[in-house]
């Protein structure tokens, strides 16, 4: 499993998001008006994990890697059907490069997303926690990073909070590799978690 300095709160919760105020909606953004403005859009999506690396593993034995790539591929086949072109890191289950783990893995991912050129880059995680109590939704934008990353985390943060229907944890400031070495606005998302269906 990733250390959480790198691949985002995956294995152990965020429990300093507990009791936050959910994030709210960016003003006069409504979530049918950003998913009309995606035509033409290039989006880099990165399934997080993947190969060696299984990341959180849930009570069914489901993999977050499995997890993560199920809902990219969703993704990338909507954004897709928005007129979206799209970029995804990994579309197997594999890893990028031989590393199972840090810095060279998580490169590899930033430089697919940075040659790229891609207009935004969302990292598809899944969280996990001890606390069998401890469920929800949380997105990340790097703490040094644009408004427009910031924006765009609270953005898919609402989406999720609105399609999923899970507990609001909030969107975060983070220093996540993925989202602080890419170029272009970037969010870590970290959909549900594996370790409990809330």
Do not use: W
């Amino acid at each position: 499993m990733g250390d959480i300095s790198e691949y985002g709160a995956s294995g152990r919760a965020r429990q300093a998001g507990d009791g936050d105020s959910p994030a709210v909606r960016p003003d006069g953004v409504e979530l049918s008006e950003a998913a009309s403005s995606l035509k033409d859009k290039k989006i880099c999506i990165d399934p997080g994990h993947g190969g060696d690396d299984p990341g959180a593993v849930g009570p069914t034995r489901l993999t977050e890697k499995e997890a993560n790539l199920d809902i990219a591929l969703n993704l990338k086949q909507y954004f897709e059907s928005k007129g979206a072109r799209v970029i995804i890191t990994r579309d197997t289950d594999t890893s990028l490069t031989d590393a199972v783990s840090g810095s060279t893995e998580l490169g590899a991912r930033v430089k697919v997303a940075n040659e790229s050129k891609a207009d935004i880059f969302v990292s598809i995680h899944n969280n996990a926690s001890d606390n069998p109590e401890t469920g929800g939704t949380e997105t990340y934008y790097y703490k040094k990073g644009s408004a427009a990353s910031k924006l765009l985390a609270k953005t898919v943060f609402d989406h999720q909070v609105e399609k999923l229907g899970l507990h609001p944890r909030g969107a975060f400031p983070a220093q996540f590799y993925v989202i602080k070495y890419t170029d272009m606005p970037a969010v870590l998302s970290e959909s549900a978690f594996m370790s409990n269906a809330g």
